[in-house]
């Protein structure tokens, strides 16, 4: 958009410029990047006291994180965000195809009916799925009745992965649906008249032609669900810890700020590289189509 | 019966396997939500098996002071955050639509960058923030002891405003604007007659989303509040780390409807407009 001949110079008028840019900037200069760069500092810096931190410059926070317990922590979190990906994937990829496909009274009643748990708050959603999951919750008393159980459903690595499917599924689901809403649907047609059946047309024509909305919908169902702290924090058990309960404990009772920063900054550095690895496939896929 | 059209080759939404799918995804995301609501119901305080309806828990719900506190702290929270973030958000996307400037694409980068941040870092940012460069003091008033807490909701919501404002602009005809001023009408004028009208829908769409944001938001407040400034959220994660009981599920059902009647009015709204604009 920058640089077309509509949008005006900044300079033919400066005042309310200066109101427009001004403001929203300087508010997330004090508000957002000065918080943050006082955490990377930190990053850098030693406890010399109960509250007091000297800013060395040292190194040692960041290598205390490639121990091996913190190394495994990270791998775990990365392993969860990953599953949880996948299986939204998964589960997400049909239902998207029925909305795409379905008549406009019943696209927005399921679009409604997928959005709807997502502007619920998601403590309550997480309260929901403790209720649910616990030893004489609602599925091990019904299982009881079966004869079954009672089967260990909370606190675990079942239940942080089942909690963080719940709360990210309908991430995936909604970049995949505009996603698949945008494709040709001659082409899909023609798949099939030719001969390919259903799997084979969605395997080789769907998913290459929603390769980026699909990538899209990957992106922000990992990055959320990497960072996560409730759901782990709630539903998991005492090996099920995500890196944000690891950076919540250095800053609470740890009371180690610099070491907590540190792992702080590692997790926005593995955010940051997710969403360059998009944007790099991204563009190669633009040249790609382009030549 | 009417007969049905036979089906076509990619009628997905009719076949059985897909259907079915689809309805067993849909219990999955509504029975936890569905058994909280039911059992907000029951009389029994074990909460498993069904006794009796009673709505004796939403009494005790509002006969607990530091609950409802909480709730009205949660309520101002968003109310002056969204106000907030609708004014910065719209700059934001008036200015990024307006003017071209130098630095522009890392400006619009670093717009969106709360957007991405993890929430645990921007919590305990916030955290350190508030400590350490700008403690808030804690024997302020009401609402102004609430005053750290909506400074970070805004934080992480005017970005979101900003790109719901934004794209919307995109569809506006910039010679209605430069005609208003030919005709006379100055900066503000022009302004709050022709482009504030314009960016309604997604004025509104945008405080629906902040507002939601905020009232949802559990770990950047927790990090920000101070001990004596407690949220609903906050106050309904202390509750549920001890147990599962009936009143929490009153006060969550509570909530919950306050957030569809949110939704279904922003939609109606929205409907409305569009509505308008396709008259118009």
Same mark, same amino acid.
């Given at each position: 958009?920058?640089?077309?001949?509509?949008?005006?110079?900044?300079?033919?008028?400066?005042?309310?410029?200066?109101?427009?840019?001004?403001?929203?900037?300087?508010?997330?200069?004090?508000?957002?990047?000065?918080?943050?760069?006082?955490?990377? /500092?930190?990053?850098?810096?030693?406890?010399?006291?109960?509250?007091?931190?000297?800013?060395?410059?040292?190194?040692?926070?960041? /290598?205390?994180?490639?121990? /091996? +317990?913190?190394?495994?922590?990270?791998?775990?979190?990365?392993? $969860?965000?990953?599953?949880?990906?996948?299986?939204?994937?998964?589960?997400?990829?049909?239902?998207?195809?029925?909305?795409?496909?379905?008549?406009?009274?019943?696209?927005?009643?399921?679009?409604?009916?997928?959005?709807?748990?997502? &502007?619920?708050?998601?403590?309550?959603?997480?309260?929901?799925?403790?209720?649910?999951?616990?030893?004489?919750?609602?599925?091990?008393?019904?299982?009881?009745?079966?004869?079954?159980?009672?089967?260990?459903?909370?606190?675990?690595?079942?239940? +942080?992965? =089942?909690?963080?499917?719940?709360?990210?599924? !309908?991430?995936?689901? =909604?970049?995949?649906?505009?996603?698949?809403?945008?494709?040709?649907?001659?082409?899909?047609?023609?798949?099939?008249?030719?001969?390919?059946?259903?799997?084979?047309?969605?395997?080789?024509?769907?998913?290459?032609?929603?390769?980026?909305?699909?990538?899209?919908?990957?992106?922000? #169902?990992?990055?959320? /669900?990497?960072?996560?702290?409730?759901?782990?924090?709630?539903?998991?058990?005492?090996?099920?810890?995500?890196?944000?309960?690891?950076?919540?404990?250095?800053?609470?009772?740890?009371?180690?700020?610099?070491?907590?920063?540190?792992?702080?900054?590692?997790?926005?550095?593995?955010?940051?590289?997710?969403?360059?690895?998009?944007?790099?496939?991204?563009?190669?896929?633009?040249?790609?189509?382009?030549? | 019966?009417?007969?049905?059209?036979? @089906?076509?080759?990619?009628?997905?939404?009719?076949?059985?396997?897909?259907?079915?799918?689809?309805?067993?995804?849909?219990?999955?995301?509504?029975?936890?939500?569905?058994?909280?609501?039911?059992?907000?119901?029951?009389?029994?305080?074990?909460?498993?098996?069904?006794?009796?309806? #009673?709505?004796? &828990?939403?009494? @005790?719900?509002?006969?607990?002071?530091?609950?409802?506190?909480?709730?009205?702290?949660?309520?101002?929270?968003?109310?002056?955050?969204?106000?907030?973030?609708?004014?910065?958000?719209?700059?934001?996307?008036?200015?990024? &639509?307006?003017?071209?400037?130098?630095?522009?694409?890392?400006?619009?980068?670093?717009?969106?960058?709360?957007?991405?941040?993890?929430?645990?870092?921007?919590?305990?940012?916030?955290? +350190?923030?508030?400590?350490?460069?700008?403690? &808030?003091?804690?024997?302020?008033?009401?609402? =102004?002891?609430?005053?750290?807490?909506?400074?970070?909701?805004?934080?992480?919501?005017?970005?979101?405003?900003?790109?719901? +404002? *934004?794209? *919307?602009?995109?569809? $506006?005809?910039?010679?209605?604007?430069?005609?208003?001023?030919?005709?006379?009408?100055?900066?503000?004028?022009?302004? $709050?007659?022709?482009?504030?009208?314009?960016?309604? !829908?997604?004025?509104?769409?945008?405080?629906?989303?902040?507002?939601?944001?905020?009232?949802?938001?559990?770990?950047? #407040?927790?990090?920000?509040?101070?001990?004596?400034?407690? #949220?609903?959220?906050?106050?309904?994660?202390?509750?549920?780390?001890?147990?599962?009981?009936?009143?929490?599920?009153?006060?969550?059902?509570?909530?919950?409807?306050?957030?569809?009647?949110?939704?279904?009015?922003? =939609?109606?709204?929205?409907?409305?407009?569009?509505?308008?604009?396709?008259?118009?």
């Amino acid at each position: 958009m920058s640089g077309s001949g509509t949008t005006q110079r900044w300079q033919d008028a400066r005042g309310p410029f200066a109101l427009l840019f001004g403001v929203p900037a300087l508010w997330l200069l004090l508000f957002f990047l000065v918080p943050l760069a006082i955490v990377w /500092a930190y990053s850098f810096g030693r406890s010399t006291g109960l509250t007091d931190i000297a800013i060395t410059g040292t190194l040692s926070n960041y /290598a205390r994180t490639s121990s /091996a +317990v913190y190394l495994g922590i990270f791998a775990k979190s990365i392993g $969860f965000a990953a599953l949880t990906t996948v299986l939204c994937l998964v589960i997400g990829f049909p239902i998207a195809l029925v909305i795409t496909f379905a008549s406009e009274r019943a696209k927005t009643l399921l679009l409604l009916a997928i959005m709807l748990p997502f &502007w619920t708050n998601l403590l309550i959603r997480t309260y929901a799925l403790m209720a649910m999951l616990r030893s004489e919750g609602y599925v091990n008393t019904s299982l009881g009745w079966l004869g079954i159980g009672p089967l260990p459903l909370l606190h675990n690595n079942f239940a +942080v992965t =089942l909690g963080l499917v719940y709360v990210n599924l !309908p991430f995936l689901v =909604l970049p995949l649906y505009s996603a698949l809403d945008r494709l040709d649907r001659s082409l899909l047609e023609a798949s099939l008249d030719l001969g390919a059946g259903h799997w084979r047309t969605i395997r080789e024509i769907v998913i290459p032609l929603a390769l980026p909305g699909i990538l899209t919908g990957v992106l922000i #169902t990992f990055i959320p /669900a990497l960072g996560s702290y409730l759901t782990p924090d709630l539903l998991g058990g005492p090996n099920s810890q995500m890196i944000a309960n690891v950076i919540e404990r250095q800053f609470k009772r740890a009371n180690d700020w610099p070491f907590g920063s540190a792992l702080s900054f590692i997790l926005m550095y593995l955010t940051f590289l997710c969403i360059a690895g998009q944007g790099i496939i991204a563009r190669r896929r633009e040249k790609a189509s382009a030549a | 019966m009417r007969a049905r059209e036979p @089906k076509g080759p990619l009628d997905y939404a009719r076949s059985t396997p897909l259907r079915l799918w689809v309805g067993l995804v849909l219990v999955f995301l509504y029975a936890p939500l569905a058994c909280l609501v039911a059992f907000s119901f029951n009389e029994s305080k074990r909460n498993i098996v069904w006794t009796g309806f #009673t709505t004796d &828990w939403y009494g @005790k719900v509002f006969d607990d002071g530091d609950l409802i506190t909480a709730f009205v702290n949660s309520l101002t929270i968003a109310a002056l955050s969204t106000l907030v973030s609708l004014v910065l958000g719209a700059m934001v996307a008036v200015a990024l &639509w307006r003017f071209r400037f130098p630095f522009k694409p890392a400006f619009e980068g670093l717009v969106a960058l709360p957007i991405v941040v993890p929430e645990i870092c921007m919590g305990v940012s916030m955290l +350190v923030f508030f400590s350490r460069i700008l403690p &808030w003091p804690t024997d302020l008033p009401w609402p =102004l002891d609430l005053g750290s807490i909506v400074i970070a909701h805004i934080s992480f919501s005017f970005p979101f405003v900003a790109i719901i +404002v *934004r794209a *919307r602009l995109a569809s $506006f005809n910039r010679e209605l604007e430069e005609g208003a001023k030919d005709l006379g009408a100055g900066e503000f004028r022009a302004f $709050f007659d022709v482009l504030v009208p314009h960016m309604r !829908p997604a004025l509104i769409a945008g405080a629906l989303l902040a507002f939601t944001l905020s009232l949802d938001d559990f770990v950047i #407040t927790f990090f920000t509040a101070g001990p004596d400034t407690v #949220t609903f959220p906050v106050k309904v994660y202390s509750m549920v780390r001890f147990s599962v009981t009936p009143e929490v599920n009153a006060a969550s059902t509570l909530l919950m409807a306050l957030t569809v009647v949110l939704t279904i009015i922003g =939609l109606r709204i929205q409907g409305r407009d569009v509505a308008e604009m396709g008259n118009g």
